[in-house]
């Protein structure tokens, strides 16, 4: 903490308290009351009760949930192939040719994600790749949206990768192949393991460009919420988005230590 004076240090904690907790906190603390409630009193929810989460972990939302883990690790993983990919043929490109592939995966970034899923329909709704009706449309256009973070990441990590291991591992006779295996991908585990957990959060709370493309049979927990809450039964949808917080966050609990294992290998 650049203050240094015990006084600057509260206000700067009483300020951030201030922001965080009506801007972050307390809006996610009034979803996980909602899905323990029956009604509202007042201005806040009451009638405790845990049959939401009943119906949150069975049937119909036991398989939205299924659903949404499938699309978003197979989204991930592809995205982490691909920006990975990426990020390492472009060492070999000039300076030109590398902020081209820059703008080239940014650029679903810079327009609202209902545009990538009308561009994804539109694309793969006719022969002959016909995708739509399918879950491999709506994992393609997961893909699609969060492959710009893991492709930044590599980048990120390749720039800043001390070059005298690749250069000492060829000099002692390695094969590029070996080079790349064994020295320069254990060296980006650490940010390959934070690319991973943020293309997985995102794809799992991916809402605008799913509802243009979801099957009836993929049918992801985010759309669930949002059709449970716009039927008006708001308890309901507070506890499935509870169920998604607590499932997304396990799952990045759970990258975040093994990339801390890495960093230590």
């Not at 293309?199 to 979801?214: D, K, R």
Request: hydrophobic share 55%.
């Amino acid at each position: 903490m650049l203050v240094h004076s015990r006084t600057g240090r509260w206000a700067l904690w009483a300020l951030f308290a201030v922001l965080f907790v009506p801007l972050f906190a307390l809006p996610l603390l009034v979803i996980l009351a909602a899905s323990f409630s029956t009604h509202w009193s007042g201005a806040f929810p009451s009638g405790p009760t845990a049959g939401h989460y009943t119906a949150a972990v069975r049937g119909t939302s036991l398989q939205a949930l299924t659903t949404s883990l499938v699309t978003a690790v197979t989204a991930s993983l592809l995205a982490l192939t691909l920006g990975t990919w990426a990020a390492l043929a472009a060492q070999s490109l000039r300076a030109r040719g590398r902020r081209f592939l820059d703008a080239l995966f940014v650029l679903p970034l810079a327009v609202p994600s209902v545009v990538v899923g009308l561009a994804v329909l539109v694309a793969f709704s006719r022969p002959p790749v016909l995708l739509n009706g399918t879950p491999w449309i709506v994992i393609l256009a997961h893909t699609v949206l969060v492959t710009a973070f893991a492709h930044q990441s590599v980048s990120a990590a390749l720039r800043r990768l001390d070059p005298a291991y690749e250069q000492a591992a060829a000099g002692l006779g390695a094969r590029p192949a070996y080079v790349l295996l064994r020295v320069k991908l254990p060296l980006l585990l650490p940010s390959l393991g934070a690319a991973a957990g943020l293309c997985f959060a995102l794809s799992m709370g991916e809402l605008s460009a799913t509802m243009m493309l979801y099957p009836p049979d993929w049918l992801p927990l985010p759309v669930l919420v949002f059709t449970a809450t716009d039927r008006g039964s708001l308890f309901t949808g507070s506890a499935l988005a509870v169920v998604l917080m607590t499932t997304t966050l396990l799952v990045l609990l759970a990258v975040s230590r093994l990339r801390t294992k890495a960093s230590y290998r």
